[in-house]
DNA sequence: CGCCGTTTGTTGCGCTTGCAACACCTCGGC
DNA sequence: GCCGAGGTGTTGCAAGCGCAACAAACGGCG
């Protein structure tokens, strides 16, 4: 893929969202960012140093994995085309694990300097401005979805943890229902408990008639 | 306090880290920013509305507050001379509880245009530069923390939540031994347990001889 | 079709944990 | 000094929950 092709792709991209294609193309030039493609299950990315570049995924499907000291792999999240990820983005590296991104399919990556975010824009003022804002809407809306799990795992209980995570969920719908995005195992995952402990649970929520549950479709009751 | 006693003050914050005194002044003129005093008790901020605006403590203390539909407040943050808030710093509001941030003591507060921060620096285009930096450390950091929080919150046991606060602390001592920067008490709300068994496991732990504790000091074994 | 891996659904056992109710200590204000 | 607020430490009890071990349904694939 040229960077023509790749600056198309990026429009679509969360980072480049509202800059124009031929900005784009100007930006890629000054920020000297590199085009690269992955096979599947080819690493694109590690961060055990500093390596101080932000990558958006423009084609293709990835994840982000733990490594533990054992070797163990855990994914942490799953990325698609139009995604961003980087060292500011990525965060958790905290118990001195690694992390890394993995191909999950054939990738066409983006990788752009890190500290073109905060440059100083000799020729690209212009676009800078809108660049830095998805930049912080980009952080920021991670972080939002951190606090949002925060306020899940927050609750005791494995029924407050199912409530509030509904309640969230319906509320981000405008609804009494909301489809949920992955499977019940995954769900067990994100609110941090047993599965079969969830799904009695969750047996007797419905059976207690606060909610009712349709495949992936969860619904309120009063 | 007069303008240039605010950017002599903001100099220390961690929004302006970096910046020289004469630039700050300069940007808050340029940024149309102002400068107001809270007594006790005073509400400085709710967030309620879509208030854009990014706020910077620069003395006294103050505390970020959620109040539930019942009018319960739960402290969330305790924020000190430096500290930033904001919209986009302050996350939670998703069950559709208020947030405000309430002065503690005698409180001074510079308020920045939220849209200041991307905005197309005519004539501020050098500082802006580090100003973007220190917001999306701030926010990126913010996030890490809420990582972190998570990293501990996802393991089921009170013994695991212990172990692995323990030890992401001990790794950013870079020693065996770290001071916890709060009451158990408020350990038991982080890692959202009751105390009481928290008691019973961490006495536990140290009849086991996994972990020594004198007083707020933590210090793991092998 | 048959085989595979993944997801869903269920049950019994027993430890862990939350809850309530204590007693004790320190600190700061009056 | 006394008092109250907030932190620490302990215990009994009931039940919630993790764990292990199942069975069954689903979807992809040769």
Redesign the pocket.
């Known amino acids: 893929m040229d960077k023509c092709a790749a600056a198309v792709a990026l429009e679509e991209s969360k980072l480049f969202a509202g800059i124009s294609e031929e900005d784009i193309k100007h930006m890629m030039d000054c920020s000297k960012s590199k085009v690269q493609k992955f096979r599947t299950g080819e690493i694109i990315c590690t961060f055990e140093g500093s390596s101080d570049k932000v990558g958006v995924l423009i084609g293709g499907e990835a994840e982000l994995e733990r490594v533990d000291y054992a070797g163990n792999r855990t994914v942490l999240e799953i990325l698609a085309a139009g995604d961003v990820f980087g060292q500011t983005l990525a965060f958790g590296n905290l118990t001195g694990d690694m992390l890394d991104v993995v191909a999950r399919s054939c990738c066409t990556v983006v990788f752009i300097p890190a500290d073109f975010v905060s440059s100083r824009c000799s020729n690209a003022c212009v676009r800078h401005a809108q660049f830095v804002r998805n930049m912080l809407g980009l952080i920021s809306g991670k972080a939002q979805s951190l606090s949002e799990r925060i306020e899940v795992l927050s609750n ?5 943890k199912l409530m509030c995570y509904f309640t969230i969920n319906c509320a981000k719908a405008r609804a009494d229902r909301f489809t949920m995005p992955f ?4 769900l067990a995952d994100y609110i ?10 969750l ?1 007797q929520m419905k059976e207690d008639g606060v909610v009712q549950i349709d495949k ?1 479709e969860v619904r309120l009751i009063s």
């Open positions: 005791r209980s494995i029924r407050d499977s019940f195992t995954t941090c408990c047993d599965r079969s402990a969830m799904m009695r649970e047996g992936r």
